[in-house]
């Protein structure tokens, strides 16, 4: 019984699936492998690696021979990890392996977890000490915020009293750094939920840009990537997970997904090497690639070949992968979650938050005129024309802030988080219709009236009534538009002002306060399942 205990391979595999994974890990070796000989050829003096590594397209840190004899000393090992991962999918060894490892290995990275004890059965000697992590790094969160705010000499003697470890970084890394193990640990007690993965991806995004000369490495990009694709491939081994994944619907939005991620990474790493090269007096990596060609027959043969590539690989796609027809719609039967086109579900998303005259008409038709807008408000003429962070960080971290977390992250979360009855749902959890989530939203006006003040408003209510029932709300909402932003000409955004006038200043710090207003909305729904701030289901008018 034992061995045939040893030799069964779960519930949620089969060896298709498992031959699919040697296949799958095997290319990742290959591709490994060819990663470790290049890392190889750079620690050679005089090879046209090293050479151009030494040149303009390296970071510091990347062209030492040494660091390159390092690194592909480990590249080499990770190849032959994944090699005999992938020989262990072929093979299928079954009883020679011990139980624990041979379950660790077919489901991946929930039985992974569940063998820790993270996820499952709680296993209380690890989630003690994860406890005591998330409150010693959410107590220190909060010390970090409220130092932010005192004097300099506050902040010199805390950082002297607790070193400089905790508090030895600029203010916004290291309220990033919090907010990354605050999360993180959270991630590991209580799973992935709305809040966790929100703030995951703001803590994910802000540290990408604050610590980008490190990131954008060609050694912690490739170990990303890496990472990203073996959880990725043990997360297969999972039933629920790969139903998910495979979905033809939803498999083009994997590939948008690595997609989105690689050339933002690229992006950053040639801005952070244009930055390098602007501060030593050189020119820009787009200066030094100005050679013309001919439109023919240059351009047109390159755009013929691309056409006849992806002709090719679409082809294949359609066979490998038919289109999911279904069958005609039917008002007697809907599916159950109805979701949008992919382009469109965070919109969908953001319909969980505000009525749908607001996130299905006024903020696409304010993102539309916000990007329309952008050339004529923007006073910073540098950075056109070529990659860069540091001339630019501003414009950048906004837009990036927009686009990559308050739509992208939002188009995911829809995609494959968002299951039936539009609940959430984790990677690894089964979507069933049966999950009941008991939420009891209120209205600002009834946090305000009924539950501070014990005031009930009649209803139906006439005209004087309404307005005042949700004047909190109007008041909150008059503040917010008409006293934050001269408030931020005199803070924060005074050299904004100065340098862009007032018109200039008042449709970008409105288009700002717009934006902000999605996220701010979100946390409220979250933290106090605060429904609505202004809320007159009278006259179909709720913010």
Same mark, same amino acid.
């Given at each position: 019984?034992?061995?045939?205990?040893?030799?069964?391979?779960?519930?949620?595999?089969? %060896?298709?699936?498992?031959?699919?994974?040697?296949?799958?890990?095997?290319?990742?070796?290959?591709?490994?492998?060819?990663?470790?000989?290049?890392?190889?050829?750079?620690?050679? %003096?005089?090879?046209?690696?090293?050479?151009?590594?030494?040149?303009?397209?390296?970071?510091?840190?990347?062209?030492?021979?040494?660091?390159?004899?390092?690194?592909?000393?480990?590249?080499?090992?990770?190849?032959?990890?994944?090699?005999?991962? #992938? =020989?262990?999918?072929?093979?299928?060894?079954?009883?020679?392996?011990? @139980?624990?490892?041979?379950?660790?290995?077919?489901? +991946?990275?929930?039985?992974? @977890?569940?063998?820790?004890?993270?996820?499952? +059965?709680?296993? &209380?000697?690890?989630?003690?000490?994860?406890?005591? =992590?998330?409150?010693?790094?959410?107590?220190?969160?909060?010390?970090?915020?409220?130092?932010?705010?005192?004097?300099?000499?506050?902040?010199?003697?805390?950082?002297?009293?607790?070193?400089?470890?905790?508090?030895?970084?600029? *203010?916004?890394?290291?309220?990033?750094?919090?907010?990354?193990?605050?999360?993180?640990?959270?991630?590991?007690?209580?799973?992935?939920?709305?809040?966790?993965?929100?703030?995951?991806?703001?803590?994910? &995004? #802000?540290?990408?840009?604050?610590?980008?000369?490190?990131?954008?490495?060609?050694?912690?990009?490739?170990?990303?990537?890496?990472?990203? @694709?073996?959880?990725?491939?043990?997360?297969?081994?999972?039933?629920?997970?790969?139903?998910?994944?495979?979905?033809?619907?939803?498999?083009?939005?994997?590939?948008?997904?690595?997609?989105?991620?690689?050339?933002?990474?690229?992006?950053?790493?040639?801005?952070?090497?244009?930055?390098?090269?602007?501060?030593?007096?050189?020119?820009?990596?787009?200066?030094?690639?100005?050679?013309?060609?001919?439109?023919?027959?240059?351009?047109?043969?390159?755009? !013929?070949?691309?056409?006849?590539?992806?002709?090719?690989?679409?082809?294949?796609?359609?066979?490998? !992968?038919?289109?999911?027809?279904?069958?005609?719609?039917?008002?007697?039967?809907? *599916?159950?979650?109805?979701?949008?086109?992919?382009?469109?579900?965070?919109?969908?998303?953001?319909?969980?938050?505000?009525?749908?005259?607001?996130?299905?008409?006024?903020?696409?038709?304010?993102?539309?005129?916000?990007?329309?807008?952008? %050339?004529?408000?923007?006073?910073?003429?540098?950075?056109?024309?070529?990659?860069?962070?540091?001339?630019?960080?501003?414009? =950048?971290?906004?837009?990036?802030?927009?686009?990559?977390?308050?739509?992208?992250?939002? =188009?995911?979360?829809?995609?494959?988080?968002?299951?039936?009855?539009?609940? &959430?749902?984790?990677?690894?959890?089964?979507?069933?219709?049966?999950?009941?989530?008991?939420?009891?939203?209120?209205?600002?006006?009834?946090?305000?009236?009924?539950?501070?003040?014990?005031?009930?408003?009649?209803? *139906?209510?006439?005209?004087?009534?309404?307005?005042?029932?949700?004047?909190?709300?109007?008041?909150?909402?008059?503040?917010?538009? @008409?006293?934050?932003?001269?408030?931020?000409?005199?803070?924060?955004?005074?050299?904004?002002?100065?340098?862009?006038?007032?018109?200039?200043?008042?449709?970008?710090?409105?288009?700002? !306060?717009?934006?902000? #207003?999605?996220?701010?909305?979100?946390?409220?729904?979250?933290?106090?399942?605060?429904?609505?701030?202004?809320?007159?289901?009278?006259?179909?008018?709720?913010?």
């Amino acid at each position: 019984m034992l061995l045939a205990a040893m030799a069964h391979s779960g519930p949620d595999i089969t %060896p298709t699936v498992q031959t699919g994974l040697g296949w799958f890990y095997a290319i990742l070796a290959l591709a490994n492998a060819g990663f470790a000989w290049y890392w190889q050829s750079r620690s050679r %003096p005089g090879s046209p690696e090293a050479q151009n590594s030494d040149e303009t397209l390296a970071l510091p840190g990347e062209q030492s021979p040494e660091l390159a004899r390092r690194s592909a000393r480990i590249w080499w090992l990770v190849t032959g990890l994944l090699g005999l991962l #992938a =020989i262990l999918y072929f093979v299928h060894l079954g009883p020679v392996l011990p @139980l624990w490892i041979r379950n660790t290995v077919d489901a +991946g990275l929930r039985r992974g @977890l569940e063998t820790l004890g993270l996820v499952g +059965g709680t296993n &209380f000697a690890i989630r003690l000490p994860l406890i005591v =992590i998330y409150w010693l790094a959410l107590l220190a969160l909060i010390t970090d915020a409220v130092l932010l705010a005192a004097s300099s000499d506050t902040r010199r003697i805390a950082q002297q009293v607790f070193g400089t470890v905790l508090f030895g970084l600029d *203010p916004i890394r290291r309220l990033t750094a919090w907010l990354l193990l605050v999360s993180g640990t959270s991630l590991l007690l209580d799973g992935l939920g709305p809040v966790n993965y929100f703030f995951l991806s703001v803590a994910v &995004f #802000a540290s990408f840009y604050l610590w980008r000369e490190t990131l954008t490495r060609l050694n912690v990009g490739w170990s990303l990537l890496m990472a990203s @694709l073996v959880v990725g491939g043990l997360g297969m081994t999972d039933y629920d997970f790969r139903q998910i994944i495979i979905k033809p619907d939803n498999v083009p939005i994997v590939g948008m997904v690595y997609l989105v991620a690689f050339f933002s990474w690229f992006a950053l790493r040639r801005a952070v090497i244009n930055d390098q090269r602007t501060a030593q007096g050189l020119p820009t990596l787009e200066k030094l690639e100005e050679e013309k060609v001919l439109v023919w027959p240059d351009l047109v043969y390159t755009e !013929l070949i691309c056409m006849v590539i992806v002709t090719v690989v679409l082809i294949i796609w359609s066979v490998g !992968l038919p289109a999911p027809l279904e069958q005609p719609a039917a008002s007697a039967k809907t *599916p159950n979650p109805s979701k949008a086109p992919w382009y469109f579900l965070g919109l969908q998303e953001m319909l969980v938050y505000y009525d749908p005259w607001l996130a299905g008409v006024v903020f696409p038709s304010l993102i539309i005129f916000g990007l329309m807008a952008i %050339p004529y408000i923007d006073f910073n003429q540098k950075g056109n024309g070529y990659f860069t962070f540091a001339e630019r960080p501003f414009a =950048i971290v906004t837009f990036g802030f927009g686009f990559i977390v308050l739509w992208l992250t939002l =188009i995911f979360l829809g995609t494959f988080l968002r299951g039936p009855n539009w609940n &959430f749902f984790g990677p690894f959890e089964t979507w069933t219709k049966s999950k009941l989530v008991p939420l009891n939203n209120v209205d600002l006006s009834e946090y305000f009236w009924v539950r501070m003040l014990n005031i009930v408003w009649p209803s *139906p209510a006439s005209g004087g009534v309404i307005l005042m029932r949700e004047l909190p709300g109007i008041v909150l909402v008059l503040l917010y538009f @008409l006293v934050l932003p001269p408030l931020l000409a005199k803070t924060i955004f005074r050299q904004f002002f100065i340098r862009m006038g007032f018109a200039r200043y008042f449709v970008m710090v409105n288009l700002l !306060l717009v934006m902000a #207003a999605l996220p701010i909305k979100m946390i409220l729904r979250w933290a106090f399942n605060l429904k609505y701030i202004i809320g007159i289901p009278e006259y179909f008018f709720n913010i």
